[in-house]
């Protein structure tokens, strides 16, 4: 009698294709960008010379101002732009990101062709007071967006932006009116914007109300209450409560002496200062420090971290709480800093558009921070535009920040996930 061989199962592993995905938002982008560069550079072609000046007469270091045929230089940086945008193409058909420089690379490129296309034959182009121009205008929306980066990694979306620097701005202009102090001005604007997120906190984790909902209906009641408060106490007596001291200019020895990026960075006062310290100190906490750690646990998953010790609701409270403190102080820049007294809705949107860079940056805190500096800049770029007589309307120059905002978020930032638990409430079983 025969008997069957076993039959014996391969046991070799199973290897899985690893799927592709091809993401052409980069290269739909870059060549938006391209048909514009186009559009402008040889639909309108411009002639004879743009000038950009580096240095100013009271700088330290002089560096000589760089003259560039218009024509040409549109000519070739519109080569430029095609070959990185197919490059770019060449990567997602690899199903590979385009690199965040290549991004930058390519928006540099964009913006010298621009800018030597709109300053052609007019006054120079001041490079230095650009770039001054885009951090003093990027402060507030900098501090902003590290306040949603750390509210948000704790698992709450943070629409109240606006209201926390508007906050902030009025409560640093009275009461550093009152005292004649700018520190204690800039210490009660941290208070005001801790008030707000303290709502925002109790609404969204304790009564479970709609995150969003809150966010917005804070940013009404503040802007209502600032208004109010304005029109019938501040405006009254102006030089009693809305007239605050302005924050005092520190140079830095050596480093302020440096070509562009001494004026820009280094002669500044000392909220630009407080700036540089909290980008370094946000980015350090959440990635490198237990704080950071249990702040992205929750926000992640919020049950796993429960299981291990931590209180969910009370982390998310205090990081809230803090993420208030860190806008307001972004909202003392607008009366100690910039404009040197208090008005009505000042802050105008810039709240949302701090929002709008913490989703560019992908919920990251330097990647929110140049989100910001570039909204900043083209804030900036409509200023510097109208001073040299730049062709460019300036409806269109108004509306180009927000722009900016659009295709930012939309166009360049690509696949976006916020924390996985971002704006949903933690009810412990």
Same mark, same amino acid.
């Given at each position: 009698?025969?008997?069957?061989?076993?039959?014996?199962?391969d046991q070799? &592993?199973?290897v899985?294709?690893?799927a @592709?995905i091809?993401?052409w =938002? #980069?290269?739909?982008?870059?060549g938006i960008?391209?048909?514009?560069?186009l559009?402008?550079?040889?639909?309108?072609?411009?002639?004879g010379t743009?000038?950009f000046?580096?240095?100013?007469?009271?700088?330290?270091?002089?560096?000589?101002n760089?003259?560039v045929?218009?024509?040409?230089?549109?000519?070739?940086?519109?080569i430029?732009l095609?070959?990185l945008?197919?490059?770019?193409?060449?990567?997602?058909?690899q199903?590979? =990101?385009?690199?965040l420089w290549?991004v930058?690379?390519?928006?540099?490129?964009?913006?010298?062709g621009? $800018?030597?296309?709109?300053?052609s034959?007019e006054?120079?182009?001041?490079?230095t007071?650009?770039?001054?121009?885009?951090?003093s205008?990027?402060?507030?929306?900098?501090?902003?967006a590290l306040g949603?980066?750390?509210?948000?990694?704790?698992g709450?979306?943070?629409v109240?932006i606006?209201?926390?620097?508007?906050?902030g701005?009025f409560?640093?202009?009275?009461?550093?009116?009152?005292t004649?102090?700018?520190?204690v001005g800039?210490?009660? #604007?941290?208070?005001?914007?801790?008030l707000v997120?303290?709502?925002?906190?109790?609404?969204?984790?304790?009564?479970l109300?709609?995150?969003?909902?809150?966010?917005?209906v804070?940013n009404?009641l503040?802007?209502?209450?600032?208004?109010?408060?304005? *029109?019938?106490?501040?405006? @009254?007596?102006?030089?009693?409560?809305?007239?605050?001291?302005?924050? &005092?200019?520190?140079?830095?020895?050596l $480093?302020?002496?440096?070509?562009?990026?001494?004026?820009?960075?280094?002669?500044?006062?000392i909220?630009e200062?407080l700036m540089?310290?909290?980008i370094?100190?946000?980015w350090?906490?959440?990635?490198?420090?237990?704080?950071?750690?249990?702040?992205r646990?929750?926000?992640?998953?919020p049950?796993? #971290?429960?299981?291990?010790?931590?209180?969910?609701?009370s982390?998310?409270?205090?990081?809230? *709480? $803090?993420?208030?403190?860190?806008?307001?102080?972004?909202?003392?820049?607008?009366?100690?800093?910039?404009?040197?007294?208090?008005s009505?809705?000042?802050?105008?949107? @810039?709240?949302?558009?701090?929002?709008?860079?913490?989703?560019?940056?992908?919920?990251?805190?330097?990647?929110?921070t140049?989100a910001?500096?570039?909204?900043g800049?083209?804030t900036?770029? @409509?200023n510097?535009?109208?001073?040299i007589?730049?062709?460019?309307p300036?409806?269109?120059?108004?509306?180009?920040?927000?722009?900016?905002?659009?295709?930012?978020?939309?166009?360049?930032?690509?696949?976006?996930?916020?924390?996985?638990?971002?704006?949903? &409430?933690?009810? =412990?079983?």
């Open positions: 009698m025969s008997t069957a061989t076993p039959v014996i199962p070799s &592993p199973i899985l294709e690893k @592709q091809r993401s =938002k #980069a290269p739909i982008a870059f960008f391209v048909v514009i560069s559009i402008l550079f040889f639909g309108f072609p411009r002639h743009s000038t000046k580096f240095t100013e007469t009271s700088d330290t270091i002089a560096l000589p760089l003259v045929d218009t024509f040409s230089t549109t000519v070739i940086v519109t430029i095609v070959i945008t197919l490059v770019s193409a060449y990567l997602a058909w199903a590979r =990101k385009a690199s290549l930058i690379g390519f928006a540099l490129v964009f913006m010298f621009f $800018l030597a296309w709109a300053g034959g006054l120079p182009i001041p490079i007071g650009l770039l001054l121009g885009t951090v205008l990027s402060v507030p929306l900098v501090f902003g949603g980066v750390i509210s948000e990694r704790s709450v979306v943070n109240a606006e209201g926390q620097l508007l906050a701005a409560v640093s202009a009275m009461t550093a009116t009152l004649g102090s700018w520190a800039l210490f009660a #604007a941290l208070i005001a914007g801790v997120s303290f709502v925002l906190a109790a609404f969204s984790i304790k009564y109300v709609d995150q969003v909902i809150v966010g917005v804070l009404v503040v802007t209502g209450l600032t208004s109010f408060l304005y *029109s019938k106490v501040l405006a @009254q007596n102006p030089d009693l409560l809305n007239r605050p001291p302005r924050l &005092p200019e520190w140079p830095i020895p $480093l302020s002496d440096i070509p562009i990026i001494g004026p820009v960075l280094f002669h500044q006062t909220i200062y540089y310290i909290a370094f100190a946000v350090f906490g959440l990635f490198h420090t237990r704080w950071g750690l249990r702040v646990s929750v926000g992640e998953h049950e796993a #971290a429960d299981t291990v010790g931590i209180n969910v609701n982390t998310r409270f205090w990081n809230v *709480s $803090l993420a208030g403190a860190v806008a307001g102080l972004g909202g003392a820049y607008f009366t100690l800093g910039s404009v040197g007294a208090f009505k809705e000042m802050t105008a949107g @810039q709240g949302f558009i701090a929002l709008a860079a913490v989703i560019f940056g992908r919920w990251h805190p330097i990647k929110a140049l910001a500096l570039l909204f800049f083209a900036n770029l @409509q510097v535009l109208g001073t007589g730049s062709p460019v300036s409806e269109f120059m108004l509306m180009l920040p927000y722009v900016v905002t659009i295709f930012a978020v939309a166009g360049l930032v690509g696949l976006s996930r916020a924390p996985a638990a971002d704006g949903k &409430p933690y009810i =412990k079983s």
